[in-house]
């Protein structure tokens, strides 16, 4: 009885672990998943000495999107981007997570933040949300949506996950400037 009531115990506590690191709307890990497994990823490639990419993104105009369609389809929008981020990237490697808002981020462990490696990935995401015509519940298509991208590395930029953070963020608000879907790699003109 014990022993069922010991597994019955652990069973809980993983369910509530899960329920406080996972994003309810896109049902991607969340803010606080995503900045436990970047301090861990930057240990690794720091002891490994191998690179670290992080990608954040943000949709163009989303504000815009919800005042015309209303929260609930602007949630769809998300959990369908969710969706597709998550399939261009390596399984059990790279991590998609919910940031907050429009923005998700993405960690690319032993990757480059050069254009040839993380940035490639970053322009694929751009490239298929731009492409998707989302849907609304009715079927009924809705408004064209992009988004914009910011990447930056580890050690290449920063030497720790809160400046790698911040350093994304940069190169984000820079390619937004430069006109909005696109990309911006830290330290190169969007």
Known sequence: QQVCLALDMARLRRCVQRLTTMDTVTGLPNREFLFERLAAEIARARRYREPLSLIVIDFDDFARFNAC??????NRVLRSAANLVKTG???DVDVACRLGGEEFAVLLPNTPAVAQRAGVVAERIRE???ATRFRDGHDKRL??????LGVAGFPMHA??????VGLAYEALRAAKAAGKN???LYGLQS
Not at 159 to 164: C, I
């Open 69 to 74: 369609h209303g929260n609930r389809e602007g």
């Open 89 to 91: 990237l390596r399984a």
């Open 128 to 130: 298929t949300i731009e």
């Open 143 to 148: 408004s064209h949506m992009t988004v914009t």
């Open 159 to 164: 030497e720790d996950g809160e400046d790698l």
């Open 182 to 184: 696109r990309v911006g």
